[in-house]
C-alpha cells in the first residue's frame, strides 16, 4: 500500500467514497476544494515510501488531537512536487529527518473512522504541493 505507480502494488490503491464524501482531489468541502486524496487502508497496515523522500517531520491534522498523525516529506522525483503531507499515519520514529528510498516502510495506518463513525472508510489522506500551491497527486498513486 502507499507504493504507487513506482512499484509493484500489493493490491491497486482505491479513492474513499462513503457517507462522509468523495475523497477525490478538489471534491466538495465545507472550507473549499479538497486539496489532497483519501487513499483506502486497512488499519494497522504497513505503509511505504511510494518514491525516494526525505522525511521532515511529523505532523498533527487536529489541533489539540495528539493521537491522530501524520508526516511532512520533500518528494525525489519529477512530477511529485516539492512537498507532501500524509495524515492519518503513525510514522516510525527512525525514519523522522531522514533520507527514505521508495520501497522502505514509513509507517502505521491509522483508523480515522474511530473519530467520525464507522460509516466512515479508513484511510490516509495524501496532499502534494508544488510552489505553495496543491496539485492532484491522483495519477501518482491511482
Same mark, same amino acid.
Given at each position: 500500500?502507499?507504493?504507487?505507480?513506482?512499484?509493484?502494488?500489493?493490491?491497486?490503491?482505491?479513492?474513499?467514497?462513503?457517507?462522509?464524501?468523495?475523497?477525490?482531489?478538489?471534491?466538495?468541502?465545507?472550507?473549499?476544494?479538497?486539496?489532497?486524496?483519501?487513499? %483506502?487502508?486497512?488499519?494497522?497496515?504497513?505503509?511505504?515510501?511510494?518514491?525516494?523522500?526525505? @522525511?521532515?517531520?511529523?505532523?498533527?491534522?487536529?489541533? !489539540?488531537?495528539?493521537?491522530?498523525?501524520?508526516?511532512? @516529506?520533500?518528494?525525489?522525483?519529477?512530477?511529485? !512536487?516539492?512537498?507532501?503531507?500524509?495524515?492519518?499515519?503513525?510514522?516510525?520514529? %527512525?525514519?523522522?529527518?531522514?533520507? @527514505?528510498?521508495? !520501497?522502505?516502510?514509513?509507517?502505521?495506518?491509522?483508523?480515522?473512522?474511530?473519530?467520525?463513525?464507522?460509516?466512515?472508510?479508513?484511510? @490516509?489522506?495524501?496532499?502534494?504541493?508544488?510552489? !505553495?500551491?496543491?496539485?492532484?497527486?491522483?495519477?501518482?498513486?491511482?
Amino acid at each position: 500500500m502507499l507504493t504507487g505507480k513506482r512499484r509493484f502494488q500489493i493490491r491497486p490503491h482505491k479513492i474513499r467514497k462513503d457517507s462522509w464524501g468523495d475523497g477525490s482531489f478538489d471534491s466538495s468541502r465545507t472550507h473549499g476544494g479538497h486539496e489532497g486524496i483519501d487513499i %483506502e487502508t486497512s488499519p494497522g497496515q504497513t505503509l511505504y515510501a511510494p518514491y525516494n523522500m526525505y @522525511v521532515e517531520r511529523q505532523n498533527w491534522p487536529y489541533k !489539540g488531537d495528539w493521537y491522530f498523525t501524520g508526516m511532512d @516529506v520533500v518528494p525525489k522525483g519529477r512530477g511529485l !512536487g516539492t512537498k507532501a503531507r500524509y495524515f492519518y499515519v503513525a510514522p516510525f520514529e %527512525e525514519i523522522l529527518g531522514t533520507n @527514505v528510498t521508495m !520501497g522502505t516502510p514509513i509507517g502505521i495506518a491509522q483508523d480515522i473512522s474511530q473519530k467520525y463513525s464507522n460509516s466512515m472508510v479508513p484511510h @490516509v489522506h495524501v496532499e502534494h504541493w508544488k510552489d !505553495g500551491e496543491p496539485i492532484d497527486p491522483t495519477n501518482i498513486y491511482i
